[in-house]
Structures are given as structure tokens and as C-alpha cells.
């Protein structure tokens, strides 16, 4: 039994590609390749295959070039770029300008990450196929989406961690010298590159580039800086706005319904519905009143009977007008003066109250309070266009 786990091979429609054009002389053009997850398994291919298990991504073919000298083995080439992933690769297929499926092949199973995930990195997916003639095979892409093709290249790419802001600036200036160096290395590929080509490996580049640094500043994003960086001059060809001086941030509800909302401030003053609801104990004293001296409503005006018997002292001579109160008379109307009865006498001072008044002592000055959280500033700037 066969160990072989991988194996390519050509469709019917790929057999028949390749036949008219031994016949004919005229190349048969390779176009695109794409890669499928095999549904889950690394699937078996055979000469009655006619696409992929489940495709998962497809683009122009990045090279066509023979392999390792052999006449008879052609090597088609794919890039897959960071910013695409997500999924596993497990088999790969190629295909004419009209889509049509010309080889099919599995491949060991591989992950490709998507730079959102925290990973990113150039996929390069490589096909061999054995032709009667590698001169019956020729690549037809275009030229706007083909990166490079040389070793020194995918070394360059794989070693990039991640792509931050300083890999966004600096990633075309790295991928000119690997080109450089892969050109002086790769004489098949210097010697059939035309100016052109180069011009189009540079633009795709600085596209991709672009599209690495979009991916990771979309309109909205917002950049925290340690010093003084201004994103728009920094990124030239994006628009950003300042945070504001002496902000806090504090996040925003889920949905987003109130972005960009302002409100709070560093100091408050109290006032006196932010007291406690509590009661507060005064106690004291009136001021001391002299009410004086206060006569009571005449009343009580009486008479008392007695009687009186003429003077006969020696004074008088015995005889006189004077009367005298007599000490044993009996009592009628002219008795002696009764003793009047006990009674009293009515002082009407009248109801009265006195009204107090005071203030407690200042409880305060009312100087505003400092709410001010501990804080470390930064520069803020967030993108617009």
C-alpha cells in the first residue's frame, strides 16, 4: 500500500488544456488558483476530480516557473495576504481565465490567521505539475496583484510578527531590497521581469501596504500617543482631530448611542439639596421680661353698719356733737362696723407669647470641592476621514 498522503493532478478539462496545445503551439494560459478547507478532511484527488471540496479563497496565479530545473515541472505560485484567514487550508486547485478547473492537489493542513486574531502573515501556496512540455504552459495574470515570487521575499514575510504602524511604513522599503536581492538570485525571473512588472511589484506593494494600515486604522479609530505625534502629519493621506485637553474618557454604552457625548467637570459646590436629610438641634433661652407692677379694675366697693352714741367725755363737756362708735351696741343699722368676709381681687394680665429667633453659627464658606481623579496625560486623536 502507498504511503502518499498529497498528490496534483490534472482535471479532464485540464488534460484537454494541455493536449490542444501540443497540437496547436499555442500556450495554454493559467490564471488563478484557489484553496478549499476539503469540508473538515485533507480530501484524495483523481483524474475524475473536477474542483475543490469546498472553496475558502481564490486569486491571480503570483508566478509559473519551472521547478528545480526539471524541463517537465512547471511550479505555479499563490500569495495569500495577511489581511485574508480565518480558515484551513487543505487543498489547493488552478484554473483558467474562464474559471475553468485545470489541476487539483491536497495539501498538508494549515492554518492561515487573520490579522484580526492578533496574527498575520503571507500565505505562499505552491502547486507542481509534470507536462510533456513546459513550453505548452504559460501565466496569464495581472500584473497590479503579483507580489514576487523569489525565497528571499516569503523569508522577508514570514518574519514579520505583526503589522503595526512602524511595519506599515516601513514594509515597502524592505520588500524593495528583498525583491532586489531575489532578482540578482533568481536569473529564470530576472531575465524575463520587464520594467513594467517592476513598477507593478512596487505599486502592489504600497497597496497592500495601504490596505494592512486601513485595516488596522479605520475611520473612527482612535490613537493614544506618550509625546507629541500628529497623526496628520504622520499619515498624510488620513484626517484626524485632537481629543480635547483635560478630558477623562469614559466609555459609552454598548450600542453606541451616546459616542462623542461630553459631560462631568473637575469640581462640584454643594448645595442644599445635596445636605443629608437630617435634623438639626437648637436650644436656648428668651430674653428675661419685667412685667412691673399692675393695679387690679376697681370692684368691691361695701358699707358696714354700726351704731354711734353722742360724746360725753370731759372734753366736750359733757355734752357734743362728736359721735363715738359704741364697743357694745348690738348690730343693726347703726351697729358697730362688721367684719367684711374674705374675698378676692382679679389681676387680668392678658394672654401673651414671645417670639424667638436665631442662626447657628456658619457652617461653611462654600468653596467647591475637587473631584479630580489621580491621572497620567496623553495626546488623543481620533481618525475622520
Not at 128 to 145: F, G, I, K
Not at 306 to 320: I, P, R
Request: hydrophobic share 35%; charged share 20%.
Amino acid at each position: 500500500m502507498s504511503d502518499k498522503r498529497f498528490n496534483s493532478v490534472l482535471t479532464a478539462a485540464g488534460e484537454a488544456t494541455l493536449s490542444q496545445a501540443m497540437v496547436s503551439g499555442s500556450p495554454a494560459g493559467l490564471t488563478f488558483m484557489a484553496v478549499g478547507d476539503g469540508g473538515g478532511t485533507v480530501p484524495v484527488f483523481g483524474s475524475t476530480s473536477t474542483s475543490l471540496k469546498r472553496e475558502v479563497y481564490r486569486a491571480y496565479l503570483n508566478s509559473l516557473t519551472l521547478a528545480d530545473g526539471n524541463k517537465n515541472i512547471v511550479q505555479a505560485e499563490m500569495i495569500i495576504p495577511p489581511q485574508v484567514g480565518g480558515f484551513t487550508i487543505r487543498e489547493a486547485a488552478i484554473y483558467d481565465a474562464n474559471g475553468v478547473c485545470q489541476a487539483v492537489a491536497s495539501v498538508p493542513e494549515t492554518y492561515k490567521p487573520l490579522l484580526a486574531e492578533g496574527a498575520g502573515r503571507h500565505q505562499v501556496i505552491r502547486i507542481w505539475l509534470a507536462v510533456s512540455n513546459a513550453a505548452s504552459v504559460q501565466l496569464t495574470a495581472d500584473p497590479s496583484v503579483i507580489v514576487a515570487t523569489a525565497t528571499q521575499l516569503k523569508k522577508t514575510q514570514d518574519t514579520a510578527k505583526d503589522y503595526t504602524d512602524a511595519v506599515a511604513d516601513t514594509v515597502s522599503t524592505q520588500l524593495t531590497h528583498a525583491i532586489k536581492k531575489a532578482q540578482d538570485t533568481a536569473h529564470d525571473y530576472t531575465d524575463t521581469v520587464s520594467e513594467s512588472l517592476k513598477a507593478a511589484i512596487s505599486d502592489a506593494v504600497k497597496t497592500a501596504s495601504r490596505a494592512v494600515w486601513e485595516d488596522d486604522n479605520p475611520v473612527g479609530t482612535v490613537r493614544f500617543f506618550q509625546q507629541k505625534i500628529d497623526p496628520n502629519a504622520k499619515w498624510p493621506w488620513s484626517t484626524w482631530v485632537y481629543l480635547g485637553e483635560n478630558k477623562t474618557i469614559r466609555l459609552g454604552k454598548q450600542d453606541g448611542s451616546d459616542v462623542f457625548t461630553t459631560g462631568g467637570a473637575d469640581s462640584v459646590t454643594l448645595t442644599r439639596g445635596n445636605l443629608p436629610n437630617v435634623q438639626v438641634d437648637v436650644s436656648g433661652t428668651a430674653a428675661a421680661t419685667d412685667l412691673g407692677t399692675k393695679q387690679t379694675t376697681p370692684a368691691g366697693k361695701h358699707g358696714h353698719a354700726g351704731k354711734f352714741t353722742e360724746s360725753n367725755t370731759a372734753l366736750d363737756g359733757g355734752s357734743s356733737d362728736r359721735r363715738s362708735w359704741s364697743s357694745k351696741a348690738s348690730p343693726n343699722n347703726e351697729d358697730l362696723i362688721q367684719a367684711a368676709d374674705d374675698h378676692q381681687h382679679d389681676v387680668a394680665l392678658g394672654p401673651h407669647g414671645h417670639d424667638v429667633s436665631g442662626k447657628t453659627a456658619a457652617l461653611g464658606s462654600g468653596s467647591s470641592i475637587n473631584i479630580t481623579n489621580s491621572y497620567l496625560k496623553l495626546m488623543g486623536w481620533y481618525r475622520t476621514a
